[in-house]
């Protein structure tokens, strides 16, 4: 019998009960009830030692109003609705998206649902321009709380569930940073401490003022860094990994051709994997990819997020649809199952370090803490 099923038959017999037998009825229901709750949510997995439990794959909302063209409004909010009647519990966002536009339209979307039922990770640091442009980074504590009063209000809750630094302030000692946030943390407006693109000894000296529940950074089967030093860092301390570019930006999406325009404004058109001779490359690697989602009778992006899935239960991919469709494809990664041998195709396909080209352009790259020599 289904739970919802179960639930409904409990809850009649709840109502003709005997008093006498009311007691026990209630535990019964309660227990029907969990068992609902978990029959909708996509497979869980915990962030990390210290964070919270969430659906094993995330929602990332930037695309929905930023540096991927444009978005049909409409759309991206029936898309987070999806999301989340799907069991999709980590909605990921940052105050800069669309300069706080993203915030605003997730608190249009969740309008209406429990707040306990999904758990946000916003971003914070970034400084824009008005042309739309990039700035630095300010970590400062004053920041911290100051950059955290406008979330809350576009947002429209009390608390936010994870709340990290975009990218590590140079000019800020990380434990300044992290303990500005751990402040929050005990007063009630933050639950967890995150951290984005953080070198290991970085991670550390973080996770020493406060513990970190996760590390959101890149990882694909582009763009696999992490895997020498940051992520054994990340499990010798018990912080989980959200995955974000699990597609690299659309490149391992299947979707994706030589002949396709990008506007100005996206971000993929300064990205040196989809310039000329590299987008070449990367997409020969997409088509070696899809000759093993073919036997798989999958599809490219099903197997590549597949594939991080794979990596542990500690890492969580973030998968950034903005429509319906791809949603639902993303979704379908969950019932893939890769075997040894699935795993020894892929990695024949798709080659560590065989993406041509940095996943971000130079100015960005020298930005990013990760990409340090420890």
Request: proline letters at 4%.
């Amino acid at each position: 019998m289904l739970a919802d099923e179960a639930l409904q038959l409990l809850d009649l017999m709840l109502e003709l009960a005997d008093p006498a037998d009311m007691g026990l009825s209630r535990l019964r229901l309660d227990s029907a009830q969990r068992e609902a709750d978990e029959e909708r949510t996509v497979n869980s997995r915990l962030l990390g030692s210290t964070g919270p439990r969430v659906s094993a794959i995330g929602l990332g909302c930037m695309g929905m109003s930023d540096l991927y063209g444009p978005a049909d409004k409409s759309e991206s909010i029936a898309t987070v609705h999806a999301a989340l009647d799907a069991g999709i519990t980590l909605l990921d966002t940052g105050d800069f998206y669309g300069m706080g536009s993203n915030e605003l339209l997730l608190n249009e979307a969740l309008r209406g649902r429990a707040r306990d039922q999904f758990v946000v990770s916003v971003k914070f640091g970034a400084l824009r321009t008005p042309e739309g442009g990039w700035s630095g980074v300010d970590g400062r504590p004053a920041a911290v709380r100051n950059f955290l009063a406008y979330t809350l209000r576009r947002l429209g809750t009390e608390y936010i569930d994870i709340y990290r630094l975009t990218r590590v302030d140079p000019a800020v000692p990380i434990e300044d940073t992290v303990g500005a946030i751990a402040d929050m943390v005990k007063a009630g407006y933050v639950r967890h401490v995150g951290m984005s693109e953080a070198g290991a000894a970085t991670l550390r000296r973080a996770h020493a003022v406060h513990p970190i529940s996760d590390l959101q950074i890149e990882y694909s089967l582009l763009s696999r860094g992490i895997e020498a030093e940051i992520l054994p860092a990340c499990r010798e301390l018990g912080v989980g990994v959200t995955a974000y570019g699990v597609l690299s930006r659309g490149l391992l999406s299947g979707h994706w051709s030589r002949a396709r325009a990008v506007s100005k404004n996206d971000f993929r058109s300064r990205s040196p994997r989809f310039s000329g001779e590299n987008l070449d490359h990367n997409l020969s690697l997409v088509e070696a990819l899809r000759a093993v989602a073919v036997e798989k009778g999958a599809t490219v992006a099903q197997v590549a997020i597949a594939w991080v899935l794979s990596r542990g239960p500690d890492i969580v991919p973030l998968v950034g649809a903005r429509r319906r469709d791809r949603l639902a494809e993303a979704l379908g990664a969950l019932e893939l199952d890769l075997s040894p041998s699935d795993l020894a195709e892929i990695e024949r396909a798709v080659p560590p370090g065989a993406a041509a080209g940095e996943r971000y352009d130079a100015h960005s790259m020298k930005l990013l803490d990760s990409e340090r020599a420890s």
